[in-house]
Structure formats: C-alpha cells, structure tokens
C-alpha cells in the first residue's frame, strides 16, 4: 500500500512537468508576437522589448524554462506586468473566496446529484428519471453565466432574499458567508450536478442489473437497503472517478461565475489579468489550478481502496 | 389431505419488449408438497428460470408482469403488498442462484451477507448475526469459517462461494428452497460435493426443494417428481422414476435421448446421441397448436392447429400431447 | 424406451383434449418501424435535430429575418425596451438586439461546428498514430495527459491572452483545448478494435497496415467519435461564449452571444433583457447539439441506449 501510494505519487511528477512545460511554451508557440500582444496596440517598441526582457523571451528557451522552474519550486512565480507585486502574493490575496466557493459547490454538488441518479436509476422509465435526465441535458446546455443572471434576478432583484453581489469572509460568520455564496454555488453546481447525476445513474442501473442485487431481493432486502447499501457502494468507484474528474467544470466555471457575482477571488484575478495581458498571473493562477487539479484526482485514485476490497495494490 | 406447501396454478409471465411480447411462462400450474423435492427441467429459454422468479415476484414489473396464482400456505403471494412479501422471501422461501460467482455482492463480507438474512427476519443485533453466520458457514462445510466469516467474495472458490449462498439461503430455516442451476456453473467434482450438501441438509433442515436443471443426471439424483417444461408451457410431470422409464412426451424422450450413457461406448454399441432437431419456437408469436409441434417427429397437420392440453397417461402422470398413449392403451 | 411403441398410429386420436388458449396479460406492442418510426423512437435525435435546422435557417438567412445592421449605432435611441420597433430593444450604443442576436447566431455556430471538425480530424490522426505506433503511445499520452490537466476553459483563457483577439483564434484556442480528450476516445478505440478477432485475421492473411486501417479501424471509429463531437460542438459554443464574456474571446465589434451579454452586464440590473435574449439563444442552441449527441448516441450504441 505504502509502496502504491509513493509511486502513485511519482506517477504525478512527469505530468506536472509536462503541464508546466506546455504552459510556459505557449508563451513561444502562440502565433504572433506575444511580447506585442502583450504590450498592447498603443506600445512604443521600447514597452515591447521591456516586456520581452521581462518575460525572458529573449533569451533561450531551455536555460529560461530552467530558470522558471528553479524559481516555481522556490515558490516564486515571477512579477505581474501590471502591478509589479509577485504572483503568489496576489495568488494568495485571492484564493480563500475561490476555495470557499468551491467547496461549498462540491458538498452541494454531491449531496444533490447522488441521490438524483440513484433514485432516477432505480425509477428507470419514470417521470422522475426523465425529470432527472431533463435536468442533466440543461445543465450540461445552459452556461454557468447565464445560470448566474436568472438566480441572481429572481432571488436577489425580484425577491431580495439574497444579496446580488458579493463575499463576506468565513471568519466573519458562517450565515452571512453562506449568503453570499449561496447562488454562485448554485449557478457553478448546475452543470457538476448534471454530470454527476447522469454517471450516478448510469453506473446504477448497471449495477442494479447484476445478480447479487437479485440475491438482496430474494433475502428480503428493503429498496433503501438495495439501493443505498448493496448498489451504490458498488457503484462508488466509476462515481468518485467523475467527481475527481469534474473538478475541472468547477474551475473553469469559477472564473466566469465570479465575475456575475463580483466575488473577488482567483477567478476574478483571472478575468482582470486577461484584460490586461498580466501573462505571468495567468501562467501562475493556470498552473495552480492545474496542480490542485492533478492533487485531488491523486487522493481519489488512493481512496478507491475504500470503497472496493477488490483493489489491493 | 391438507393443502400442499406451493400451488402453482395458471402462472403467466409475460415482458414487454419493443418488438413484441415476450410470453416466457404461459400458463403453468404444479404443486410442491412439505419436504418434498420437484424438479423442473427443459432447455435454456423454457421459461424455468422465469417460473422460479415469478414464485419469489423477483421479475421486476414493469416490463413484466405475472399472472395466475402462487398458493404458498394457503396465501396467494400475488396478492400480498411488497413488504409482506419481504418477510416471505429469504425467511420462509430462499433461493439459491446459478452464478456463485456474481451472486455474491463483491464489497461486503460474507458474515455480512449471511448476517444481513437474519437480522432482517430474525431481528438479531449485528453481533448474534456475525456469531450465526459463522455457526452456518460451519454447517456448510466451510473450513475456518471464524476467518472466513471476516472474508469478501473474491477471496473465496466457486465451490465455496456456493457454500456461502445456501448458508444465506438456509440461514432462517425455510419451508422452501427454490435452487436455480445450483451447480451448473461448477466442476464436476464441486458439483457432487454441493448436490450432497444440499440433500444433507434437506434431511437435516427439512425444507422442499424446487430444483431448476437442464441437467437430467442432477434430477435422477435429487429429484421426487419431474415438471418437464418447453417453451413456456408444462408439458409434462411424472414421478421421477417413472419419466425416466417411460417418457410420453416427444420431447422428454427427446432429452432423454440426447444424455449420454454411461459405458455404452465401452460395450461397443455405438449408439450415436440423439437430438431434438429445430430451435425453441419464438416466445414473441402466438402458437396456436402444440408449441412443440415444429421439431417434434411425429407432428401432424392436427398438431399444428390444436393445442393439446395435460391428460393423465398414468396415475401422477401428465402429458400434453394428442398422440402420447395413456397407460391402458399400451397394456392392449 | 423405443419410442414408436409409445404412440397410436398417425391417425387421428378419438379422444382430443385441446388446451384452453392462453389470453395475453399485457397490452399488444407496435413494433415502430421506418424512418418515422425511427424518430419515434429517438425523440431526442428529432427534438435536436429540429431545432439546431431552425438555428442553422437563422443563421443563414439572418439578414431576410427583418434584421437590420447589427452594428449600426443609433445614440438617440439607446436602451429602448424591447417593442414592436426593436423586439428585443436597443443596447446602450442605440443598436438592435434582435439584429445582433441572429446574426450572433452565426459566430456560434461557426465556432462550435468549426472546433467540432477540426479537433475531430486532428484528435483522430493522434489517436491513430497513439495506438498504432508503440514508441510514440507513450510519449503522446503523456502530453496528452499533460493537457488534460489543465482545465480546458482555462487552457483557451491562457491561449487567448497571448494572441490578437480573432475568431480564428478562438478556434485555434478551443480546438487545442479539446484535442486531448478526442485522441484519448480514438487510441481507446483503436487499442480495444486491435484485439478483435477479424483484424487479427486480416493482419494474419497478410493485410498491410494501411490497408487495415481503411478497412477496418476507420470505420468503426466513425461512429464515436460523431458522438464525441457533437459533445464538443456544445461545449465549445460555451467556451466561445464564455471567453467573448470575460473579454477574452471573439472582437467586441463583431455580434457573438457572449459579446452581447458583455456588454450588457453594466447594465443587467436595470435592462437585463439585453442579457437574457442572447442567453436563450445559445442555451437552446447547446441544447439543441446535446440532445442531438444523446440521441446519436443512444441510436449508435445500442448497449448504452438503456443505460445514460
């Protein structure tokens, strides 16, 4: 086990090597002058070539992509362009709303999708599984921004039970931080709740078919029983596998929904880094994300241990 | 006489599929008396394994849905809700599966699926259960069973996860065991020590047994009485002997004829192994005459019109064929 | 037990005792057959194909629709409600939301449609060359897996910020981001039809490489990866939207939904209609490709049809 867990640890190296790798190349691969793009339309040469130097692209690839790591596994993940303050100062600035918001989404996320699909699964046919199913198609059809605005125009314009915009920190009391996150998390969940409820469902239904859900029903076993007990801790791997996997809808959609809600997090950061070409905040805020990324999905793959004896390493 | 313990009478079983019916079991009627042993046999697709679920109402419905009755102790289980047929199931009607190896559920523990039988009939605490469970897997012959008991079903052997099925179904003493291909799925070796086992503890448990076979050699060796069944109908019952010695269905002497025998290559009489030519009819059309009629060799024009339905040939004996002799008949 | 002993002669028996016929305890099935049938029996294949044809219709004849210059700017006219002058209203630059909003629907699809082919194309050749080439499988997957990582949404954003803000490259942005996932189903598909007992045969009769190819690995990857891209037209058509929303996307002069509801976010609150309309649009019409993709896949697959 131990021995699994350090490979499996290992395993993760070359992959973020090659996340960074490619992050860091886009800046040489991008079509165009990225030194140019960056500097903007009204820029005198100098501002370009100040940029160029600043960014390192004048120098060559290998000994800079050297260099950048060096400094990355120091914990230094260069300057912004625009503010002059190092990346993980403004990183760290920003990233208690973006977790927040996150991990408020997933509990959410979770505890509303399983129960959908499974109960879907087993009223297979019904108005509930097509209901279910509907709501899986929406959510994987209407944008997370757009969900924003028709949550945050009804609840907060129309019936004002909820602040429009917004974010209270945590240590400030658990209510008002709840209040103002809560539609985000509804509007970021949509499409993580779809996508967990139709896997949810799908992995039911195939395990629902197998002969030791027979064997449960011959026994005497109640539906709850059935579903709650012998289905779905079978059916847990396939589901965590997705839960690990969506993560990465959470990300993306964090940055749209943090703009709708004016939430001043990494998303946010993102956004204003993008307007202004802040290249070095974007490679940090995308190799972050990236990393807790690969980080989560790694503890899933050790949890599977958990849920089915079966998987011994 | 008193009622016997599971009378079977009219049973249908029909699925909806998009293309059709599908009438799996059409109109099938026998009896199990306490303690005794029925055996029903016919080819896969005959609707024995259907007939079986039906009786425990384990055919989910929709698409299926059962008609007829099921007398079990005088009640008509067809008529009982949904929980009052989960106290009947598992506690006084148990059932034994053809797959040890996927009958068992593969992320909880033996003393668990055993223990989870009694807790649900018997009410035990989670402690009593495990102390049962483990007293069953002794019963059943499994070895160390305090260790065992602890195990997942992918540690264990086919044999052995057989073994844990019975215990499971044996575990709240029924009335009736209904055994479905019970050793099919295993090694000629395995499969005697399981038929022993089970008439073991038949003796000890008392239970009837509705044993589900296409295999003739496990009938002859547990059997009391025979309901031989061909696409969806009984065609014929028999005590077991006498099927045996005179078969009066075509396609019982059909079966009967494709088992091997034992030494009949040794003695040089090199009688080559029958078979019943043609396929099992399609379930999904109606046939209007006898279901057998499109592979049996001595089949009519009349045959194919007019559904012959169950005379008595001899006493305890059945058959559903227009030209099956009855017993005087072969004594004149 | 000779059987002939046991039967009369083939005459007739005197005595027939015919069974009672059985009545049936279910309702009778229609089997539904023929091209409407088969829409009766994919629903979502008709309700998404129909309404993605109503897209592609406004797109098309977007300016036969009673639209007027999208970009036309009108001051005096800003910000009306919507009426039977503007049915949608006027943006806060006095233009026409309707207008923009048909025209919009071009750039969306051009997008999602353009993505869908060319990550197909490409993520196939790289799926093919990963599961037929040995040495490069490893190394592709790799990157591949490398990618993966990197959100796709965020890997188009950080693709975005280093070149000129154009619809080609919202393409060439989305198109990079989606690769990795198309050439994964293709290797997948590949490495499982390899083991098949026919393209064992064909490589045992002697058949070249290329030729089995053609043959018998194309053709069956045909009908995944229409699934998969559908998957990712929708998907793209929202990261187009997304990435023209938080200004990283398609030129603010040019109509696209997510430019039309950028620019109506000052003013949400007061005139949201300005936001809503182009929203609709574009959730219909990633609806539309979705449930088109779910009723091709259910048709394609039939072992999957029951199940997602």
Known sequence: ?313 | MAEPLLVVENLQTHFRTPDGINRAVDGVSFHVNAGETVAIVGESGCGKSVTSMSILRLIPEPPGKIAGSIRFQGRDLLKLSEPEMRSIRGNDISMIFQEPMTSLNPVLNIGRQIGETLRLHQGLSAREAEAKAVEMLKLVGIPEPGRRVREYPHQLSGGMRQRVMIAIALACNPKLLIADEPTTALDVTIQAQILELMRDLKRTVGAAIVLITHDLGVVAEVAERVVVMYAGKKVEEAPVVELFNTPRHPYTQGLLGSMPKLGSSLTGTETRLAEIPGLVPSLKQKIPGCVFASRCPHATDFCVKVAPALEPKAPGHVAACHYALKEGAIAA | MSSAAAFSSASLPQDVAAAPPMPDVLPPVKPKKGFFGFLRRNPTIAIGGGLLLLMLCIAVFAPLLWTVDPTALAPARRTREPSAMYWFGTDMLGRDVYSRVLYGARISLMVGFSVAFCSSIIGLTIGMISGYVRWADSIIMRIMDGMMSIPPILLAIALMALTRGSVQNVILAITVAEIPRVSRLVRGVVLSLREQPYVDAAVAAGTRTPRIILRHILPNTLAPITVQATYVCAAAMITEAILSFIGAGTPPIIPSWGNIMAEGRALWQVKPYIVFFPAIFLSITVLAVNLLGDGLRDALDPRMAKRV
């Open chain 1, 1 to 313: 086990m131990f021995a699994y867990v350090v490979r499996r640890v290992l395993a993760t190296i070359p992959v973020m090597a090659i996340v960074a790798l490619f992050v860091f190349s886009l800046l040489y691969i991008a079509p165009g002058d990225p030194a140019a793009v960056i500097a903007g339309d009204q820029a005198t040469p100098q501002d370009v070539e100040r940029i160029r130097a600043s960014l390192g692209l004048d120098r060559p690839f290998l000994v800079r992509f050297g260099e950048w790591v060096w400094n990355i596994l120091r914990g230094d993940m260069g300057v912004s362009i625009f503010t002059n303050l190092p990346v993980t100062t403004m990183i760290q600035q920003r990233i208690e709303p973006t977790l927040s918001l996150m991990i408020l989404t997933l509990c959410l996320a979770v505890s509303i999708a399983v129960p959908m699909g499974v109960v879907a699964a087993w009223k297979q046919g019904s108005w509930i599984d097509r209901a279910v199913m509907g709501f899986a198609v929406l959510g994987f059809s209407v944008p997370v921004f757009v969900v924003g605005y028709v949550l945050a125009y009804i609840f907060a314009l129309e019936l004002d039970w909820l602040p429009v915009q917004g974010y209270t920190k945590f240590e400030e009391g658990f209510f008002p931080w709840l209040e103002n996150l809560i539609l985000p998390a509804i509007a970021l969940g949509g499409v993580y709740i779809a996508l967990i409820a139709r896997i949810t469902r799908a992995t039911m239904l195939e395990v629902l078919q197998q002969d030791y859900i027979r064997t449960a029903r011959a026994k005497g076993a109640g539906q709850t029983s059935i579903l709650f007990l012998h289905a779905l801790k079978n059916a847990a791997v396939p589901i965590v596998t997705v839960i690990g996997i969506g993560i990465a809808l959470l990300i993306g959609g964090a940055v749209v929904t943090e703009s709708v809600f004016a939430i001043p997090g990494l998303g946010r950061l993102t956004v204003d880094a993008i307007l202004r070409r802040d290249y070095p905040v974007i490679q940090g805020v995308v190799l972050l994300f990236s990393f807790v990324y690969v980080l989560v999905n790694l503890l899933i793959d050790l949890l599977y241990t958990l849920f089915d004896p079966r998987i011994r390493y």
